[in-house]
């Protein structure tokens, strides 16, 4: 666990401070809905922040969760150094980069999309970007736990795998698998089609 133990705290810690901020978003937002409170002046604040709300919650947040909790079951589970220690950090680094490259438009007013992909609401071209890169990030993590799997298993042949090990591995890949089609959607479909009128309001 040594090998990987800052790699892992700084998952968690990212995720949970962008959690403590998505928190802090929803509070407020069920703030000004309530009879507790006059409706805000300009719904634009509102819409900005339910979609920096949703995409910390629906994205970043469990991404950054899932991958350190994969590197340390990798270590724990497999009771050996991971290996790609500096691939895995790249991935951080691009969940970290994409996250702040999809939430400054977000703070602008740019992409007030409520973290949906629906055409015809587009949003500005850096907060799509800012996705596709968490998840190329989270790819990365993919990768690493298919790579130290089979690693192992070659080096310990006929072993059982370890529960663990197994779990973390096939969730990784049901991730990757389902995120290949929000890739898809942003790099092809939402890309040819963002000559229509970028979501700079409330959406409607």
């Known amino acids: 666990m040594r090998n990987s133990r800052?790699?892992?705290?700084?998952?968690?810690?990212?995720?949970?401070?962008?959690?403590?901020?998505?928190?802090?978003?929803?509070?407020?937002?069920?703030?000004?809905?309530?009879?507790?409170?006059?409706?805000?002046?300009?719904?634009?604040?509102?819409?900005?922040?339910?979609?920096?709300?949703?995409?910390?919650?629906?994205?970043?947040?469990?991404?950054?969760?899932?991958?350190?909790?994969?590197?340390?079951?990798?270590?724990?589970?497999?009771?050996?150094?991971?290996?790609?220690?500096?691939?895995?950090?790249?991935?951080?680094?691009?969940?970290?980069?994409?996250?702040?490259?999809?939430?400054?438009?977000?703070?602008?007013?740019?992409?007030?999309?409520?973290?949906?992909?629906?055409?015809?609401?587009?949003?500005?071209p850096f907060y799509y970007i800012g996705v596709v890169l968490v998840v190329v990030g989270s790819w990365v993590w993919v990768a690493l736990m298919s790579v130290n799997l089979y690693r192992w298993k070659r080096d310990n042949p006929g072993a059982p795998v370890p529960f663990a090990m197994f779990a973390t591995v096939a969730g990784s890949y049901l991730w990757g698998w389902t995120a290949v089609g929000a890739a898809l959607e942003l790099l092809f479909q939402i890309s040819t089609i963002h000559g229509l009128p970028q979501a700079s309001g409330s959406p409607r």
């Open 6 to 124: 800052r790699l892992v705290l700084a998952h968690l810690w990212f995720a949970f401070a962008g959690f403590g901020v998505a928190l802090l978003l929803g509070e407020w937002q069920m703030l000004v809905r309530s009879p507790l409170h006059a409706w805000i002046s300009d719904p634009e604040w509102y819409y900005r922040s339910v979609t920096a709300h949703g995409t910390t919650m629906a994205y970043v947040f469990p991404t950054l969760v899932a991958m350190g909790f994969g590197y340390f079951v990798t270590e724990a589970a497999l009771k050996r150094p991971m290996i790609g220690l500096r691939w895995a950090w790249l991935g951080f680094a691009l969940v970290a980069l994409g996250t702040f490259t999809a939430i400054v438009p977000v703070a602008l007013g740019l992409a007030s999309v409520l973290y949906t992909f629906y055409p015809p609401l587009i949003g500005n």
